[in-house]
Structures are given as structure tokens and as C-alpha cells.
């Protein structure tokens, strides 16, 4: 097995003891949203935290504040998808996506816009989907919308960075911390876990991994298997015919019916759990405003599932608490400071956003190496080569239902560009100032693997995934990172400068590059945080 190794050892510390058992299909979810829409009326009401937003770090700053005896309201601009549309089914299909799949558009933007050289976008109707695919002039960034964030769509990579690689990702953060007691709770609160290897050398599904070990250690490079939070049980039970399918059926970027623990089924089910907690989605906070005396008014637009504003909605709280993801928090701070409404936060805002170097590409294989038809769209693997080349790149599957002969990989490089986000007055919208160009670093990284494999197996680069004749995925992210960086937005715990009681515990804080996939080191980071927050502020 030389050339290979498991990838954050940290997971095996995972326990189910936060798990919330018997919910791996969505009724969880929706069980867990029922009491969420008997409070979405929440105009004019005051609690004592709220918190922007449902993704990781909203998650777990709702757990343990009400572990904590606080009340606390979460705010979410995306639906809590717990009802079955016509097919019976809550999340849409990836091969056929329809209403459900993307956020507020009438036609698709898939991250693989094209396939043998033919576009594969089609029209929807304009409804407020799961996916959102949200433009800026230099970017696209893929986000997760609805109760859970991009818990809902991601492909539930749960990589802890190696541990030498730490102090270059948040330097201002004790390591030993980290690693000994918040990424071991982070893993054991997402409910993270191994794939059987015994299973996954014989699983048909994992034939296009397989392929993808064989490339990268002929050519000398390091393939390490990385955790992940889909239930890996589940999954062998899909591959037998014993369970419904999900990862197996191509199920993941517009979210899995089954076998993904999201985190409504992990820490939105256990903060729910504890009487606590109130969720009202489909509300768009616009506004955090201090009030003389103390504390914030919160304003909110409720939406329809059309993106219509049906309601203006304000609260108040004593405490708020940023979650909206490193583009949400990022854009609401940057339009409060320049508008008025929060002038004293830092120079800090807006800064030090990048795309944690994504950037894809797909290699075309020989006939001899077939990858599958059927492909579980939940990645286990990656080839690292972050010390020499500056790139992690993960063996991404590409479940399209037929054979490819494709290999695919999302890379995540040590690209040091850095994006800032500005309020445009004229077109009152907050504007990024990432240049598609910045990406070339990417690429140079990325190639330091694929060209070496592509000469060694005598292969070539597919050029029909991201267009015609395009051979990188230079357009995107998954992964944005920054824009209220820790220590510099805000202080060493994610408190805002200036105002005391509102705090940032997303993705914002970190400042654009995590080395690997990023929502482990978000949830770990925020449990951290939060730790200091109840024993000192509250
Ligand atoms: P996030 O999870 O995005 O949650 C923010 C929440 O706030 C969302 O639910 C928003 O709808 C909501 N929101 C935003 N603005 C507002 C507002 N104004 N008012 C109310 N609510 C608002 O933030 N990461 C991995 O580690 N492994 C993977 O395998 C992986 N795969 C991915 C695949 C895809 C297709 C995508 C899109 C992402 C993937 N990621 C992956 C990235 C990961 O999901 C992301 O880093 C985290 O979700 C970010 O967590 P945050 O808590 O920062």
C-alpha cells in the first residue's frame, strides 16, 4: 500500500454521540423543520441570539447556545426542504434536474456546463432551489441554500487538514487546540466516517476511484482516502439492492434523498432537540442596525418560493451571530459598513476573500480503463501533492449514468490571489473584484499532478466538460473562503470590532484557503469560538 494513507487521522476519534440515530433519510429534516414553520412568524419578536443562517457554523453556534440555556432564533433565506415534490421525492434529480435544483434562475448552470462538447443547461422555472450558482464578474460561486446551507449539496468530504499544514491556514490559532479537543468534537458532531476498504476495493461503485489511485501512484504521487459524512453503511446496502439509492444514483450537488447526514439530521437536530431553538426559513436578513442602549434590530424579508418579498420582518436580539457563509456574511457587512448602519467595524471588511484555489479538470482515459456507469457521487479519496506542487486534488466521480472514460478532479491549490468585496452604490449590489484570471496559479498547480499523469499513462486532458475545447474549470468555486478573516474583522474569536454582541462563525473567517475541503475546519472553528463565546460573553 506504499504511496497511499488515511487522511485525517483525527476522524477516528468520531463517536455517534451527537448523532441523531434513525434519521438518514430526510424525515428527520422534516421533523426537525415542522417546529421551524410554527415559528416562522417571528415580526417584532426579541430573543436573546440570533443567528443568520444554517450552514456549519450557524449550526453549531445554535447547539451550544442553547446547550447553554439561551434562546435562540435562526434566520434562513433558503427553504427547509421537508416536502416530497411530484416524484415523491424531496431533492430533484442530478441527471434531470427540474424547479428544485438551483436558486432563483430560469435555466441551469451546472459546474460541468457541457458534455462531448454539447451544452447540457436547460430551462427551469424560477423558484428558490437548493442550489445557488451566484455570479460575480470574475467567478461563479456554488452555495448550498436552505436549512442546513451547503450541507444539502456538498459532496461530504470531511478532511482535517494535516497537522504540520495548520499554522498556515490560522495562524493566530492555538494548534494543539485545534487538534486535540475542536476537530475531534467537529468530526464527532457531523457524525463523519471511514468507507469499509475492504468493501471499496471490490464496489463497482468505486471503480473510478480505483482508476484514479492507479494513475497517481504510478506516477510517484500520494493517494490518501479521506473520510466523509455520507453513512457508508447506507451505502453498502444501496450497492447490495437492500436500501434505496442515492449516492448510487447519482444523487448529490441538488442535494441526497438518503444516507447523507446533513446537518438537520447532526447539529440542527440535536440544537432543535433542546427546546431552544426556532428556525424560520425563507427569510433574507437585509439588515443587522445597533440600537442606543444595547443590542440589534434584525430586518428580514420573508419570501415566497418565487423570490417574491411577501413580508418586511424585524427582530430584536442581544447577540447576533453572522452565519450566512463567507459570501452572506461578507456582503451583508460590507453593504452595513458603507450604508451607515454599522460604520465602526474594521477596514478588515470585505478583505481577504479567496476560492480555497479550486479548479477542475477531467483526464480522458484509455478503453482499457473504464471508470463505470455507475459511480457513488461521494468522493473517498485524493492525491496529495500540497508540499511539492502546491495542489490536493480530489478524485471526484462523474456519475452521469454512463461509461466516460473520464477521470475527474476538483484540485484545491495553494493559490495566494485574494478577492475583496466592495458596496456598489450605483447598482446597490456588493460587487467581488476576483478576475478569472487569478486562477492561472490553480491551474499551474494542478498541473503539476495531471501533466506528469497524463504523461506517464500516455493520456490527454478532456476539453468538452467546461465548455469547447476548454480543458479547466476556471470559471468556479465550491469552496468561497474569507471576507471577515479572524483576528482581523474580527478579534481571535470571530467578535466584530466595534460592536460588542454581534460575532462572525462562518467560513468568512477563514482567510481563503484551507488546504483541503473546507467544512470541518469551519465547524471545529466554530466550535472553538463559540466555546469562548458562552464562557465569556453570555
Ligand atoms: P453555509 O454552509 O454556506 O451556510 C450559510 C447559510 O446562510 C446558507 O444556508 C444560506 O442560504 C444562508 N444565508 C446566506 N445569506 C443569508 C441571509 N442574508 N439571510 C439568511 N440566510 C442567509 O456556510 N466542503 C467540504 O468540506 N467537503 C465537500 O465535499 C464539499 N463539497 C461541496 C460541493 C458543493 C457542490 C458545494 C457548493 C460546496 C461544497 N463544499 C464542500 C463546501 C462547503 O459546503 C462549505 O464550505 C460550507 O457549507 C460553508 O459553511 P458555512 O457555515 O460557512
Aim: aromatic letters at 10%.
Amino acid at each position: 500500500m506504499a504511496g497511499y494513507a488515511r487522511y485525517g487521522n483525527e476522524s477516528k476519534s468520531v463517536s455517534r454521540r451527537h448523532f441523531i440515530a434513525g434519521t438518514s433519510s430526510i424525515l428527520g429534516l422534516g421533523a426537525l423543520t415542522g417546529r421551524a414553520a410554527a415559528t416562522s412568524s417571528a415580526n417584532e419578536t426579541h430573543v436573546r441570539a440570533l443567528v443568520i443562517g444554517t450552514g456549519y457554523g450557524g449550526a453549531v453556534a445554535a447547539l451550544r447556545l442553547a446547550q447553554a440555556g439561551v434562546d435562540v432564533h435562526m434566520l434562513e433565506m433558503g427553504m427547509s426542504w421537508d416536502a416530497a415534490g411530484p416524484d415523491g421525492k424531496v431533492f430533484t434529480k442530478m441527471l434531470n434536474p427540474d424547479y428544485r435544483a438551483f436558486w432563483l434562475r430560469t435555466r441551469t448552470k451546472q459546474p460541468l456546463s457541457n458534455f462531448l462538447g454539447f451544452p447540457i443547461d436547460r430551462d427551469v422555472p424560477r423558484y428558490t432551489g437548493i442550489l445557488d450558482a451566484e455570479d460575480f464578474a470574475g467567478i461563479t460561486v456554488y452555495q448550498g441554500r436552505g436549512v442546513g446551507g451547503g450541507s444539502l449539496v456538498n459532496g461530504g468530504m470531511a478532511v482535517t487538514p494535516r497537522r504540520e499544514r495548520f499554522s498556515a491556514v490560522l495562524p493566530s490559532v492555538n494548534v494543539d487546540e485545534m487538534y486535540d479537543v475542536y476537530y475531534p468534537r467537529a468530526n464527532a458532531g457531523l457524525g463523519v466516517n471511514n468507507v469499509d476498504l475492504a468493501w471499496w476495493e471490490a464496489a463497482e461503485c468505486y471503480r473510478f476511484a480505483r482508476v484514479g489511485r492507479k494513475h497517481a501512484t504510478r506516477s510517484g504521487f500520494q493517494f490518501v482516502f479521506v473520510p466523509n459524512v455520507y453513512d457508508f453503511e447506507y451505502m453498502k446496502r444501496e450497492a447490495a439492492g437492500t436500501a434505496t439509492k442515492s449516492a448510487l444514483d447519482s444523487e448529490v450537488i441538488y442535494g441526497n434523498n438518503y444516507g447523507k447526514r446533513t446537518l438537520g439530521q447532526t447539529y440542527l437536530a440535536a440544537a432543535l432537540a433542546t427546546g431552544r431553538v426556532a428556525i424560520s426559513p425563507l427569510h433574507e436578513v437585509t439588515s443587522v442596525a445597533p440600537i442606543a442602549g444595547g443590542g440589534y434590530t434584525i430586518t428580514a424579508n420573508r419570501l415566497d418560493t418565487g423570490g417574491q418579498v411577501v413580508e418586511h420582518v424585524t427582530m430584536t436580539a442581544d447577540k447576533v451571530f453572522f452565519a450566512a457563509g463567507s459570501v452572506g456574511t461578507s456582503k451583508l457587512l460590507t453593504k452595513l459598513k458603507a450604508t451607515g448602519v454599522l460604520p465602526a467595524t474594521n477596514a478588515e471588511i470585505g478583505k481577504g476573500w479567496g476560492d480555497n484555489g479550486n479548479v477542475m479538470c477531467g483526464r480522458a482515459n484509455h478503453m482499457w480503463d473504464p471508470t463505470g456507469k455507475v459511480q457513488a457521487s461521494m468522493p473517498t479519496a485524493g492525491i496529495d501533492n500540497w508540499d511539492a506542487g502546491g495542489a490536493f486534488a480530489e478524485v471526484a466521480p462523474l456519475p452521469a449514468g454512463i461509461e466516460t472514460y473520464a477521470s475527474l478532479y476538483l484540485s484545491i491549490t495553494k493559490n495566494p490571489n485574494r478577492a475583496e468585496f466592495t458596496w456598489n452604490a450605483a447598482t446597490g449590489r456588493v460587487d467581488l473584484s476576483w478576475q478569472t484570471a487569478w486562477k492561472q496559479p490553480a491551474i499551474a498547480a494542478a498541473r503539476t499532478i495531471f501533466d506528469k499523469i497524463n504523461a506517464r499513462e500516455g493520456t490527454i486532458y478532456r476539453t468538452d466538460l467546461f465548455g469547447t475545447y476548454k480543458i479547466w474549470g476556471d470559471h468556479l468555486t465550491y469552496h468561497p473562503l474569507g471576507g471577515a478573516v479572524l483576528n482581523r474583522a474580527t478579534d481571535n474569536y470571530g467578535r466584530l470590532h466595534g460592536y460588542p454582541g454581534l460575532y462572525v462563525i462562518d467560513g468568512a473567517l477563514i482567510p481563503g484557503n484551507t488546504s483541503v475541503n473546507p467544512f470541518v475546519t469551519i465547524t471545529a472553528l466554530a466550535e472553538r469560538n463559540i466555546e469562548k463565546i458562552v464562557a465569556t460573553d453570555l
